[in-house]
């Protein structure tokens, strides 16, 4: 029998095994123990370590986000004021240490510059979305490091988003609709009417109503103060009744009564800030800070981070249960998604592999063809050559016979002339004799002409000698 019980597989030996959490009984205490100072435990070290906040307001430039902010924490915030002539959206984080009593609060004040002043308005919500999924991201990677710090890590995830709307008194904006859609899956959005004292009383009613019937219809989800804590379900549940919060913000302090109250002074009255007759201002403190802080920062991560968590680790393939309903290890997640990643890249080496070939193949292609062209026009030019050196052969020949000519004419003219100089010189004595003979006759004759001068008969002579070397040549 035993070993027929243990015969089974070992998956069917964990289903006897108790796991923790089943079957817990409830046992007396015969005494004090001690753990009821667990509570005191906790408050005594979350007092060390201090809190954080992290509060993002989002509006166009000029509703009073910043006036509000030092306002509800009752101090001044240093700050820059902003223009309407910023480019694009713009996000600037401020943290400040804050004590109050024994409490510390690193509280981190995160505004947009730039908001709903551009004439494009169509991607004002994405530096946001961003801006909230980065500090998502910076969150989860220091999770998911080997040595984490997280009890020392500065969490700057956006815990609660204060959207100021302006009190136009008519419907929200598209602008104000598209970017709360955008919003109100990543962080805790509160929606608030900012300067709600430029409305009366009655605008300010049908405005509430207006911008609760608009986000429900787009299906805008704002954050509900929670009502399952008995403590706090009746305020709460009061509260969310008021949403959206008409609030006025105030720095300066005006002497009402006895008292020294924030107050707005105008020609007509004065506005008190924490006066719940002229606006939601203690609400939303009481709210935000006093009642509701530490569910906002729970929600954060509870909801918010955790589907940011989910998503992010499904794309990188991991899984709670594999398709047979198991739980997935993480080992076994890690070693699939290795030999997935590593088939991958052997596919895409095998890939860039035969692209390289291919690439040098057609490279070969190119360089023979280039090559073959070439031979092909050095041949051409070699043809030419031959042709023009052939015909500069045959004008040097026809040039050197036409010298070869030129130079027996020369010759037979050189002949001719030495042969002509040689006759003309023997008649030019011949004649001289006979001038001179019958210039000597003349002269005894009385009453004869004069004879020629000799530079006329020289003159004469060289014609006649020019005339023969003519003729020479010609022949």
Not at 146 to 160: C, F, N, P
Not at 224 to 244: K, S
Request: hydrophobic share 35%; with cysteine; glycine share 6%.
């Amino acid at each position: 029998m035993e070993a027929e019980a243990n015969s089974g597989s070992p998956e069917d030996s964990w289903a006897f095994i108790q796991r923790p959490g089943e079957g817990c009984r409830t046992v007396p205490l015969a005494g004090h123990v001690g753990f009821d100072s667990l509570p005191d435990q906790l408050v005594n070290q979350s007092i060390s370590q201090g809190f954080c906040f992290n509060i993002l307001c989002v509006g166009e430039t000029g509703l009073g986000k910043s006036t509000l902010m030092d306002t509800l924490f009752n101090t001044k915030f240093e700050g820059e004021p902003a223009t309407h002539t910023q480019p694009g959206v713009q996000l600037r984080s401020n943290t400040y240490d804050l004590q109050e009593s024994n409490v510390g609060l690193k509280l981190t004040i995160v505004s947009t510059v730039g908001f709903g002043d551009q004439i494009n308005k169509e991607d004002s919500y994405k530096p946001i979305v961003e801006f909230i999924d980065a500090q998502f991201e910076a969150y989860l990677q220091e999770e998911l490091k080997i040595r984490r710090v997280l009890h020392t890590y500065h969490d700057s995830r956006i815990h609660a988003c204060l959207y100021f709307i302006a009190p136009t008194g008519h419907s929200l904006k598209s602008l104000d609709l598209v970017t709360m859609k955008k919003l109100d899956s990543k962080v805790n959005i509160i929606p608030i009417i900012a300067k709600s004292d430029a409305i009366s009383k009655s605008e300010l009613t049908k405005f509430k109503i207006k911008i609760t019937s608009e986000l429900v219809s787009n299906g805008v989800q704002i954050y509900q103060f929670p009502t399952d804590d008995e403590l706090v379900a009746e305020i709460n549940g009061t509260m969310n009744a008021h949403l959206p919060f008409a609030v006025i913000g105030s720095t300066e302090e005006l002497k009402i009564g006895n008292k020294m109250m924030k107050a707005r002074q105008y020609p007509w009255g004065t506005v008190q800030v924490e006066n719940e007759a002229h606006c939601d201002f203690v609400k939303l403190r009481e709210m935000l800070i006093r009642v509701n802080m530490e569910d906002l920062r729970e929600q954060t991560h509870s909801r918010h981070y955790e589907l940011y968590r989910r998503c992010k680790l499904e794309e990188m393939g991991f899984k709670d249960t594999d398709p047979d309903s198991k739980p997935f290890s993480l080992q076994e997640t890690y070693e699939a998604k290795r030999n997935e990643f590593l088939g991958e890249l052997q596919k895409k080496e095998e890939e860039m592999r035969q692209m390289f070939v291919q690439r040098v193949k057609e490279k070969e292609a190119e360089l023979k063809e280039a090559e073959k062209e070439l031979h092909e026009k050095f041949d051409r030019l070699k043809k030419l050559h031959q042709d023009e050196k052939k015909k500069l052969e045959d004008k040097k020949k026809s040039l050197d016979d036409e010298v070869n000519a030129f130079k027996q004419r020369k010759t037979a003219a050189e002949l001719l002339q030495s042969q002509g100089s040689q006759a003309g010189g023997s008649q030019t004595l011949k004649r001289d004799k006979e001038k001179k003979k019958s210039k000597v006759v003349h002269l005894s004759m009385p009453g004869a002409p004069l004879a020629p001068p000799a530079s006329v008969l020289t003159a004469a002579a060289n014609r006649v000698h020019v005339l023969l070397l003519k003729a020479a040549t010609w022949s």
